[in-house]
């Protein structure tokens, strides 16, 4: 980006072609811009590409599997690209400072000249979206005369509105964040037999393989369903704020005490207590018997009146203590097996 500034042409870079997409989308929709081609803050000229077609639009976003992709190319004779160069977009001040506002005013720009619509979704929304129609069509279409009013009905994927960004704010830029996320959609779409695209309590118990006849699977269903319909999303974005390790919400504390609870008691004494430590000597985090060395007696200060000076933790108390080492939950999802996680 700065050989573009050299005062010797000669030692000028070629302009460089970036796809901000990621892919090639149909006309309708223009995704969001990735900001790569935006960071550096120099003009940039925008290619607007207009596919025009009767039999099969080249222009994709995600293949499906086994689609024939090259071969449908020849379903008719001639496919028409409409090539425009826009004018050469000068970054304002605000730009050059924010590559988000500078690649949102090209995309606007870019949409405009192609009369299409701006969506929020991403490269990878359309490939997790992909995903699960991959799935559904393999469960759903073989063997049969598909309409398309069966089509409609049967071969849907519901995501909850689910961004893949959100994930990303929760686990950072990884890349096999995405990969993890369509696992996790694969799961959900096989436990969810009613096809609502939301979990009831028996897909639920069968997606997390808990007893359906538990009283402590209830309150573990009742900790994601906190009066929130369980869809896809909301499943996710619970499932990958109990993936962050060494980080501690809301979330994690209640599944966390719920595992230990057993009993359900609705509060712990110290064998559960201390059975939430056991077993959990491949976990990543270590020394996990000092730090319940260490717990124990802090939980003894907050003690509830019991008979026979009995150790009982409440759910608040237990909030406290896993609130001042945040490494505490994650050693309990570990020793319960709690390893639905994105990892």
């Given at each position: 980006?700065?050989?573009r500034?050299?005062?010797?042409?000669s030692?000028?870079?070629?302009?460089?072609?970036?796809?901000?997409?990621?892919?090639?989308?149909?006309?309708?929709?223009l995704?969001t811009?990735?900001?790569?081609?935006?960071?550096?803050?120099?003009?940039?000229?925008?290619?607007?590409l207009?596919?025009?077609?009767v039999?099969?639009?080249?222009a994709?976003?995600?293949?499906?599997?086994?689609?024939?992709?090259?071969?449908?190319?020849?379903?008719?004779?001639?496919?028409?690209?409409?090539?425009?160069?826009?004018p050469?977009h000068?970054?304002?001040?605000?730009?050059?400072?924010?590559?988000?506002?500078?690649?949102?005013?090209?995309?606007?720009?870019?949409?405009?000249?192609?009369?299409a619509?701006?969506?929020?979704?991403?490269?990878?929304?359309?490939?997790?979206?992909?995903?699960?129609?991959?799935?559904?069509?393999?469960?759903?279409?073989?063997?049969?005369l598909?309409t398309?009013?069966?089509?409609?009905?049967?071969?849907?994927?519901?995501?909850?509105?689910?961004?893949?960004?959100?994930?990303?704010?929760?686990?950072?830029?990884?890349?096999?964040?995405?990969?993890?996320?369509?696992?996790?959609?694969?799961?959900?779409?096989?436990?969810?037999?009613?096809?609502?695209?939301?979990?009831?309590?028996?897909?639920?118990?069968?997606?997390?393989?808990?007893?359906?006849?538990?009283?402590?699977?209830?309150?573990?269903?009742?900790?994601?369903?906190d009066?929130?319909?369980?869809?896809?999303?909301?499943?996710?974005?619970?499932?990958?704020?109990?993936?962050?390790?060494?980080?501690?919400?809301?979330?994690?504390?209640?599944i966390?005490?719920?595992?230990c609870?057993?009993?359900?008691?609705?509060?712990?004494?110290?064998?559960?207590f201390?059975?939430?430590?056991?077993?959990?000597?491949?976990?990543?985090?270590?020394?996990?018997?000092?730090?319940?060395?260490?717990?124990?007696p802090?939980?003894?200060?907050?003690?509830?009146?019991?008979p026979?000076?009995?150790?009982?933790?409440?759910?608040?108390?237990f909030?406290?203590?896993?609130?001042?080492d945040?490494?505490?939950?994650?050693?309990?999802?570990e020793?319960?097996?709690?390893?639905?996680?994105?990892?």
């Amino acid at each position: 980006a700065e050989s573009r500034s050299h005062p010797d042409p000669s030692k000028r870079f070629d302009p460089i072609l970036i796809f901000p997409e990621g892919t090639t989308s149909k006309v309708e929709y223009l995704l969001t811009f990735q900001h790569g081609a935006f960071v550096s803050g120099h003009p940039v000229q925008a290619i607007a590409l207009d596919y025009k077609s009767v039999h099969f639009n080249p222009a994709h976003i995600v293949n499906r599997k086994n689609d024939f992709y090259i071969l449908r190319h020849f379903t008719q004779f001639v496919s028409y690209l409409k090539v425009s160069a826009l004018p050469v977009h000068y970054p304002t001040t605000e730009e050059k400072k924010d590559p988000h506002e500078f690649a949102s005013s090209v995309r606007s720009n870019l949409a405009a000249a192609l009369g299409a619509k701006l969506t929020d979704a991403c490269y990878e929304d359309a490939k997790l979206y992909r995903t699960g129609l991959n799935l559904k069509e393999k469960t759903r279409t073989q063997g049969i005369l598909i309409t398309e009013e069966y089509y409609k009905d049967k071969v849907r994927v519901h995501l909850g509105g689910l961004d893949v960004m959100e994930i990303h704010s929760i686990l950072g830029h990884n890349l096999s964040t995405l990969k993890a996320v369509q696992k996790l959609l694969e799961q959900f779409i096989v436990a969810d037999v009613s096809e609502d695209g939301k979990l009831d309590f028996h897909e639920f118990c069968s997606m997390l393989k808990l007893k359906r006849g538990s009283k402590q699977s209830e309150r573990i269903y009742a900790v994601f369903n906190d009066g929130e319909a369980i869809d896809f999303r909301h499943f996710a974005l619970v499932i990958a704020s109990c993936s962050v390790q060494g980080k501690t919400n809301t979330y994690k504390k209640n599944i966390a005490f719920e595992l230990c609870d057993e009993a359900s008691k609705g509060y712990l004494c110290e064998n559960s207590f201390r059975k939430s430590f056991q077993g959990g000597s491949d976990s990543p985090v270590l020394h996990s018997e000092k730090k319940l060395s260490d717990l124990v007696p802090l939980a003894k200060l907050h003690k509830d009146a019991a008979p026979h000076n009995e150790l009982r933790i409440s759910k608040q108390v237990f909030a406290e203590l896993v609130s001042a080492d945040n490494n505490i939950a994650d050693i309990i999802l570990e020793t319960h097996g709690f390893r639905l996680l994105l990892t």
